[in-house]
Structures are given as structure tokens and as C-alpha cells.
């Protein structure tokens, strides 16, 4: 098996609705304890941990027993409100249970438009990181409505992972092969996650996607095991952030 060089600090993690919810559309509260568990452990280790979490609108939806995503941007941002208390409740149950403590950052896009609160957004992680406190950010998809009613194909995350070890060019080749959401509680898919490697590989950073079925996984991507598709250019790349596939 070959091993990948790692030399970093700071991890960031992105988990996708349609890990964090089953196919009948009740939560998966394996995945959200394994999560907790598998992050903790790395902040124990000294890494500095960030989570990047969807599942607003999936969580409230289970909540609420609707089973099909409503098409009405305000039905979507209400399940959205309903969703994200009822995620946050989730992580700090199984968070506490680790001894870790979490902070709740909810951002639309027009913050990092602005150089002055992106640079408050930034400050605020550090400040977090730095009191040993693990941030969690999700988009505020009560007001955002970017993110809200994309119609997009299926795709295939995990032939990816299993077929690709490592890219160093998203080309656009590539970007036509990928499709979106693979469920009805999703909405990014195969795309977002691969214009999401080129906006870090262009900042000089690596990505690592792999399946988010169970969040352990990134154990063993941080111990340098060749698992996932791994995003960067270089041979021996350094990982800035592991994606969890929807």
C-alpha cells in the first residue's frame, strides 16, 4: 500500500447530507457518532479540526416526516430551520460524549465577497481553534437561497474514489463526467466536490474524497494510507481537507 507524505496542522471536513441521512430519510446516527469520534480523536493528536457540515434541510425533513424535498424555496429554508437546530443538538450530544467542544458558524457567499467580514469570519475560526474549540459551518439556508433548487444528474462518488487514486488537473473533461446529487436530500453531488478540489488546489492545498459511509475512514487517511481519490500537485500530496462523499 502506498503511503503519502503528510505534514500539516489544520484539517477541514466536509460531510455531505446524503451521509448523514439513510435512504428513508431518518438520520444516521451511526455516522454523526463515528464523526464525532473519529474528530476528536485527531484534536486530541494536536490537529486543528474543522467541520464543514450539510444536512439542514435532510435533518429537518426527517423531523418533520416529509419524505420528498418541496420545490418552494420558503418550504426549503423553513426545513432548513427546523433542520439545523435540530443537526446542532445532534453534534453536541455526541461531540460531548467525546469530551470535545464545538462552535456553530452559520455563513452565506456574500461573506467572503466582502475582504473585511471574511477577514471576521477567519478571525473568529482562529479564535475558536485556538480555545480548543472545533468549529462547525454550514451554509444559513434559511436566508441563503444559492445552494436551494439545483436540478442536477446523478452521480458516482465512491467509482470515483475507487478508480482514480490521485488527480493533479481537474480538467474539463473530467468536470462534464461528473454528475450531481445521487438522492433527494442533496443537492451538490460529484461537481460541487470537484470545483471544490480546483479552488484548493489552485490556493496551493490538497484535498482528500472519499466515501463519508463511515467517517473513520479519515483515520486512515491522516495515518497516510493510499484510500480516496486524492486531489493535488504533487506526487506525495498534503492533505488540507477531507471530503466525505455524499
Given at each position: 500500500?502506498?503511503?503519502?507524505?503528510?505534514?500539516?496542522?489544520?484539517?477541514?471536513?466536509?460531510?455531505?447530507?446524503?451521509?448523514?441521512?439513510?435512504?428513508?430519510?431518518?438520520?444516521?446516527?451511526?455516522?454523526?457518532?463515528?464523526?464525532?469520534?473519529?474528530?476528536?480523536?485527531?484534536?486530541?493528536?494536536?490537529?486543528?479540526?474543522?467541520?464543514?457540515?450539510?444536512?439542514?434541510?435532510?435533518?429537518?425533513?426527517?423531523?418533520?416526516?416529509?419524505?420528498?424535498?418541496?420545490?418552494?424555496?420558503?418550504?426549503?429554508?423553513?426545513?432548513?430551520?427546523?433542520?439545523?437546530?435540530?443537526?446542532?443538538?445532534?453534534?453536541?450530544?455526541?461531540?460531548?460524549?467525546?469530551?470535545?467542544?464545538?462552535?456553530?458558524?452559520?455563513?452565506?457567499?456574500?461573506?467572503?465577497?466582502?475582504?473585511?467580514?471574511?477577514?471576521?469570519?477567519?478571525?473568529?475560526?482562529?479564535?475558536?481553534?485556538?480555545?480548543?474549540?472545533?468549529?462547525?459551518?454550514?451554509?444559513?439556508?434559511?436566508?441563503?437561497?444559492?445552494?436551494?433548487?439545483?436540478?442536477?444528474?446523478?452521480?458516482?462518488?465512491?467509482?470515483?474514489?475507487?478508480?482514480?487514486?490521485?488527480?493533479?488537473?481537474?480538467?474539463?473533461k473530467v468536470l462534464a463526467g461528473a454528475g450531481g446529487s445521487s438522492t433527494r436530500f442533496g443537492t451538490g453531488g460529484m461537481v460541487t466536490k470537484l470545483k471544490a478540489a480546483q479552488v484548493m488546489m489552485r490556493?496551493?492545498?490538497?484535498?482528500?474524497?472519499?466515501?463519508?459511509?463511515?467517517?473513520?475512514?479519515?483515520?486512515?487517511?491522516?495515518?497516510?494510507?493510499?484510500?480516496?481519490?486524492?486531489?493535488?500537485?504533487?506526487?506525495?500530496?498534503?492533505?488540507?481537507?477531507?471530503?466525505?462523499?455524499?
Amino acid at each position: 500500500m502506498v503511503k503519502r507524505m503528510l505534514h500539516c496542522k489544520r484539517l477541514v471536513v466536509k460531510i455531505g447530507t446524503s451521509s448523514l441521512i439513510h435512504q428513508n430519510g431518518k438520520v444516521n446516527l451511526q455516522t454523526i457518532d463515528r464523526l464525532a469520534y473519529t474528530l476528536t480523536a485527531l484534536t486530541n493528536q494536536g490537529y486543528e479540526l474543522v467541520l464543514v457540515t450539510s444536512g439542514a434541510i435532510g435533518v429537518g425533513m426527517a423531523k418533520l416526516g416529509v419524505t420528498l424535498r418541496p420545490a418552494e424555496i420558503a418550504q426549503q429554508q423553513a426545513l432548513a430551520a427546523i433542520g439545523q437546530s435540530e443537526l446542532m443538538t445532534l453534534y453536541t450530544q455526541r461531540f460531548s460524549d467525546y469530551g470535545a467542544k464545538i462552535g456553530q458558524l452559520l455563513l452565506t457567499h456574500d461573506v467572503f465577497d466582502y475582504p473585511q467580514t471574511r477577514q471576521h469570519v477567519l478571525d473568529t475560526i482562529n479564535a475558536l481553534l485556538k480555545r480548543q474549540v472545533m468549529p462547525i459551518i454550514n451554509e444559513n439556508d434559511s436566508v441563503a437561497v444559492d445552494e436551494l433548487d439545483h436540478r442536477t444528474t446523478f452521480g458516482d462518488n465512491d467509482q470515483l474514489s475507487a478508480l482514480i487514486p490521485a488527480i493533479t488537473h481537474v480538467s474539463a473533461k473530467v468536470l462534464a463526467g461528473a454528475g450531481g446529487s445521487s438522492t433527494r436530500f442533496g443537492t451538490g453531488g460529484m461537481v460541487t466536490k470537484l470545483k471544490a478540489a480546483q479552488v484548493m488546489m489552485r490556493a496551493g492545498k490538497h484535498m482528500v474524497l472519499t466515501s463519508g459511509r463511515d467517517p473513520r475512514i479519515i483515520l486512515r487517511v491522516v495515518a497516510g494510507e493510499s484510500v480516496g481519490t486524492w486531489f493535488g500537485a504533487e506526487l506525495e500530496p498534503v492533505p488540507s481537507e477531507v471530503h466525505a462523499a455524499n
